[in-house]
């Protein structure tokens, strides 16, 4: 992974994440590898007690390499827009500095989430100029351990695709949701939308 501007980033990753995504030099070729990597980098944000149950990547799809990873870390950035998609988002453009990550000329990008996007992070999606997202868990699987996932759209991917954006679901789902389930057992801090 290239680290050019990402002390520009706005969120400090923990120096674990850093030194993780540094480490990796391979390409990660699958759907299953991508996935993988990023429900690793959210279990092992439970158990180094550094934020929330949710891991990200950006790659490009070129050629599969790892661009930027990003982690939650709104307790520990004191920000409620340090998602783990919305880290690796910024991250990302800090590393190839643009802040569109689909320029024409330049390769495309997917985004890989732990866990299908919130309502802010969809939201964020077409802005970033990402061409694909890989999902893990479910919205519902977060709902389930108590995390609100905003006002999405029923047809939230329909949309995306009407962008362009192409959408896979339920990529190692099993795996990606025992991360969840033991952020839950560990009592791990649940936050969300405000409802009033
Ligand atoms: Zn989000």
Request: net charge positive; aromatic share 8%; with cysteine.
């Amino acid at each position: 992974m290239t680290t050019r501007r990402s002390s520009a980033s706005p969120f400090q990753l923990p120096q674990w994440a850093i030194r993780l995504a540094r480490s990796q030099h391979s390409l990660f070729l699958s759907k299953e590898s991508r996935m993988r990597f990023v429900i690793a980098l959210a279990s092992t944000n439970v158990t180094r007690g550094t934020g929330g149950p949710f891991g990200a990547a950006v790659f490009e799809r070129t050629g599969w390499r790892l661009i930027a990873v990003g982690v939650n870390l709104v307790e520990s950035t004191r920000c409620s827009h340090a998602h783990a998609e919305m880290v690796a988002l910024a991250n990302a453009q800090q590393t190839v500095g643009r802040f569109d990550l689909g320029a024409a000329n330049f390769p495309a990008h997917e985004l890989v989430t732990s866990c299908e996007p919130c309502a802010m992070c969809y939201g964020a999606i077409p802005w970033s100029g990402i061409r694909s997202v890989l999902c893990g868990a479910r919205a519902s699987d977060a709902e389930a351990i108590g995390f609100d996932e905003g006002a999405k759209p029923k047809n939230w991917v329909a949309e995306l695709k009407s962008r362009r954006i192409t959408v896979t679901r339920d990529l190692c789902r099993k795996e990606a949701t025992a991360v969840l389930q033991e952020y839950q057992q560990r009592g791990g801090a649940v936050y969300g939308a405000r409802w009033g």
